[in-house]
């Protein structure tokens, strides 16, 4: 019978723990049973907040578990298709949840984009206008905002974007701005549609495209010649010394044919309003194009076309060395020099030549070394004279005028021009 006294009385040790539930590959689907069910009933943003949770676990408990049958080494891992079910259920919640404020900043973020990226045509522009105006007077209407479209379809972007900030600010709950969330994201879905009827420029055909440009509008019944019109159009510029509606021909048609007609006119004419896309398309070595740079002769080609002069090979290599003699500028002198002692006799002699174009006097010395080298061949000396003279200082035409009496008539003749100079 007790007393009341329990000091004789031994508690049981760790009565109140429970032993953890062990982790089974049954336990863990049954698990995931229930997190699918519960996902398909979320009605909120906490709802899912719990299946998260659920998930988590489940994925904690997976790795830490050791679900392979020891005694069965070629059954299947169950860990397998329980993973890939964490995965797709993980998959499926990111799916259900939102849409944010966020979500609108982005699309219409994305849409700012797309409207300053794209190159509208003169029919398009106002119907890009349009769209993102109906988008403003929708915004205004859910957020009770005010937002202001501006001029040009640049306001027009910053406008969206204003839209998308604004929608962000006012922290519009998923659940309880549900309906909210869901017309902004209606209306720039709406937006997205109407931009993509909108007519842009690569919607336009070649011809179009020209078109829309004033390609033709010199072309007349009387001075339609040639075929294509293209081309003709192109010889009537440049009769006219228009060598921008040859431009515009050389960067938007891809026939062969007219590329060539477009830079031989661009070479006959040597305009600097081609020099864009002449450089462009020389950095690509492309002969032609290098030709025309040397004919417009703009310093800022000069880097370009200096790695080329070393380059094995000679096509390329005399094209260039003409173009930077034609230029003239003193920076390609030590390249140009260089090539003095390439192995292509050809590249040798229009490098000659071009330091005479260029006219600098630090080239005195390596021209006349070539001049002094008696197995050089001829024109090579011929050139390096000629060179000299072109140079013109008291110092160059000395040293030319030093082969009066050589015995190739070339060189003779050069050194000659020297002597008459100097006397």
Not at 13 to 21: K, L
Not at 343 to 372: F, K, M, N, W, Y
Request: with cysteine; charged share 35%.
């Amino acid at each position: 019978m007790s007393n009341g006294d329990d000091e004789g009385v031994d508690a049981p040790e760790d009565a109140g723990d429970v032993p953890a539930p062990e982790v089974t590959a049954d336990s863990l689907a049954e698990r995931l049973d229930d997190a699918e069910s519960a996902l398909e009933a979320a009605e909120t943003e906490a709802d899912l907040d719990d299946v998260e949770a659920t998930l988590a676990a489940v994925a904690d408990d997976l790795e830490d578990a050791d679900l392979a049958d020891d005694e069965d080494e070629d059954a299947d891992d169950p860990a397998e298709e329980l993973e890939s079910r964490v995965d797709d259920l993980q998959e499926e919640l990111a799916g259900a949840r939102g849409p944010y404020a966020e979500d609108v900043e982005e699309q219409l973020a994305a849409v700012a984009s797309t409207i300053r990226e794209t190159r509208w045509t003169a029919g398009g522009v106002p119907e890009v206008r349009a769209a993102v105006e109906t988008l403003l007077s929708a915004a205004e209407e859910e957020l009770d905002e005010t937002f202001a479209a501006g001029d040009d379809l640049a306001a027009h972007a910053d406008a969206l974007e204003a839209v998308g900030e604004a929608a962000v600010a006012a922290g519009l709950d998923p659940d309880d701005d549900e309906e909210t969330i869901a017309a902004l994201r209606s209306a720039a879905e709406a937006l997205e549609d109407d931009l993509d009827a909108a007519e842009e420029w690569d919607d336009l055909s070649v011809a179009e495209q020209l078109e829309a440009q004033g390609f033709y509008d010199r072309l007349t019944g009387e001075n339609r010649k040639d075929f294509p019109p293209e081309l003709n159009v192109v010889r009537i510029a440049e009769a006219e010394n228009d060598p921008e509606r040859i431009v515009l021909a050389y960067e938007t048609l891809e026939s062969e044919f007219m590329q060539e007609n477009c830079v031989d006119a661009l070479r006959r004419l040597g305009p600097e309003a081609a020099f864009e896309a002449m450089h462009q398309a020389a950095q690509k070595r492309n002969r032609p194009e290098i030709e025309v740079l040397g004919k417009i002769g703009d310093k800022r080609a000069v880097d370009t076309l200096v790695e080329f002069v070393d380059g094995n090979n000679p096509p390329l290599q005399k094209v260039t060395l003409r173009a930077l003699g034609e230029i003239g500028s003193r920076e390609a002198t030590q390249a140009v020099a260089n090539a003095l002692a390439d192995e292509a006799p050809g590249v040798r002699s229009q490098a000659a030549r071009a330091l005479g174009l260029i006219g600098d006097t630090r080239a005195i010395e390596p021209l006349s070394d070539v001049l002094d080298d008696r197995e050089e061949e001829t024109r090579i000396r011929a050139a390096a004279a000629w060179a000299l003279v072109q140079i013109g200082t008291e110092r160059a035409l000395e040293a030319a005028a030093a082969y009066d009496d050589d015995r190739a008539y070339t060189v003779q003749a050069e050194a000659e021009k020297a002597r008459e100079a100097t006397a």
